[in-house]
């Protein structure tokens, strides 16, 4: 919406502002030029009634210096606008010759305006004959009346020259202003969590883009509703399913109590192990579906009370220790913090065993696997810290985005799972509030880095 997402030209914004301004800069333009004309052909009008004013008055005498130097020092009537007089007749329309500094002027030009040059230069000169037949010559340079013109045209246009940057730059503030709620709805719908499923609230947004929310609205409770039926169909299915399968189980177990030849014991073992692995994966879309269906109705903050983070890990280092030992895995809580988490218990402990049992399960023999809890408070607020570090193969980096997808396995690592157990992490992580990363650990292998909001700190 705010058109850096994509390409410029398909900025909506960009675009208004660009043509709104474009309008009004080829407006500007073209009132300027008009006007720029119009005050240069009025600043000569003006001139030219000027001159015939001088020249009516000049009109008026009953007779010319007799001298010439009282005659030059007549002459010059305005020396900033370089308007001069010049008598070219006298009584009785005799000619007077030219004895001043030019310009001069002949007898015989006719009465009125006229452009003539003179000294090498051009004159706009206005010649009157009185009622005695005195003929005075009332002259202005056409380079003082163009540059005169020219400064009055322009103190027209200036204003226009001014306004239109302004305008043009005000409409753009105006367009983006304008388009501001539709950046606020589009952070809005970026800061959602996949499991928040609210409709979105249009009351600050202009009517005109209404019914674009509506149709979100819609999409969103079409892809909600979807959502929660394959939520459902997932833990039913798995429910339906344990029975079937505890029963197959039990009948192995007493099968396994039998007296059977070693290929038949072979292949039994087979069939146990396999039973196993079902139920495990039976267990934990029960758990997915189970904590997909509370984040959805989640408000965000995880719900329950502050619960020590340490507790939850102990609570479960009790189920996972004898993992560990079987493999000969130095597995240890490091560091003294204690933080308080807010958020139930049980999630809390899902989410803690997932990983450490990852890290066990993928960790070779005689390996090592690291519990660590810091408190950081910054900037940002203040967070407990959990890092689960293991010395296995670890996660290539361009596969970590993806190990959070359900039923989603690396392959070549030679383990047997379901590729739930991430899914389930990172789903009660966003319940949680929690922020979950993936990097390398100090011994070299995957280091799952989670950051809860802390309430309290001991």
């Known amino acids: 919406m705010d058109g850096r997402e994509g390409p410029l030209a398909s900025s909506l914004r960009l675009r208004l502002s660009a043509w709104i301004s474009a309008t009004i800069l080829l407006g500007a333009f073209a009132a300027g030029a008009y006007a720029y004309v119009a005050a240069t052909a009025d600043a000569h009008r ?211 109590a039998s007296e059977m030849s070693p290929e038949a014991r072979t292949r039994l073992d087979a069939l146990s192990a396999g039973i196993g692995r079902t139920r495990i994966l039976l267990d934990q879309l029960l758990t997915l579906a189970r904590t997909q269906e509370a984040a959805a109705g989640a408000s965000g903050d995880g719900g329950g009370g502050a619960v020590p983070l340490k507790r939850a890990i102990l609570e479960c280092l009790e189920d996972l220790v004898p993992l560990a030992d079987a493999k000969g895995i130095d597995l240890g809580v490091v560091g003294d913090a204690d933080p308080l988490v807010t958020g139930p218990l049980v999630d809390l402990k899902t989410l803690v065993k997932n990983l450490i049992d990852n890290a066990i399960r993928y960790t070779p023999q005689g390996g090592r696997v690291d519990i660590r809890v810091d408190v950081d408070t910054g900037p940002d607020g203040a967070w407990a810290d959990l890092h689960v570090e293991d010395s296995g193969p670890g996660i290539p980096a361009a596969e970590r985005a993806r190990v959070f997808d359900a039923f989603y396995r690396v392959l070549g690592n030679g383990q047997i799972g379901s590729g739930l157990g991430l899914a389930i992490t990172a789903t009660i992580a966003a319940r949680l509030g929690a922020r979950i990363a993936l990097g390398d650990a100090h011994q070299g292998g995957l280091d799952v880095h989670v950051r809860f909001p802390l309430q309290d700190a001991d």
């Open 46 to 256: 003006l001139q030219d009634v000027q001159l015939r004013q001088i020249g009516y008055i000049i009109g008026k005498l009953d007779a010319v210096p007799a001298s010439p130097q009282a005659r030059a020092r007549a002459g010059d009537i305005d020396f900033d606008a370089r308007i001069v007089l010049r008598f070219i007749a006298g009584e009785d329309g005799r000619p007077i010759l030219c004895h001043g500094p030019p310009p001069c002027f002949s007898d015989d030009l006719p009465d009125g305006l006229q452009t003539v040059d003179s000294g090498g230069e051009q004159w706009r000169v206005y010649v009157r004959t009185n009622a005695k037949g005195i003929r005075a010559a009332v002259a202005q340079q056409t380079a003082m009346r163009d540059a005169i013109a020219r400064a009055d045209a322009g103190r027209t246009v200036l204003p226009l020259l001014v306004l239109a940057p302004l305008l043009a730059l005000l409409v753009t503030i105006l367009v983006r202003l304008m388009f501001r709620p539709l950046r606020t709805l589009t952070a809005q719908l970026g800061a959602r969590q996949e499991h928040e499923t609210g409709a979105l609230d249009r009351s600050a947004l202009p009517s005109e883009v209404w019914p674009f929310v509506a149709e979100i609205n819609r999409l969103i409770t079409r892809t909600a509703r979807t959502m929660a039926r394959q939520r459902r169909f997932i833990a039913d299915a798995a429910h339906e399913l344990r029975s079937p399968m505890t029963a197959m189980s039990l009948q192995a177990e007493r099968l396994a």
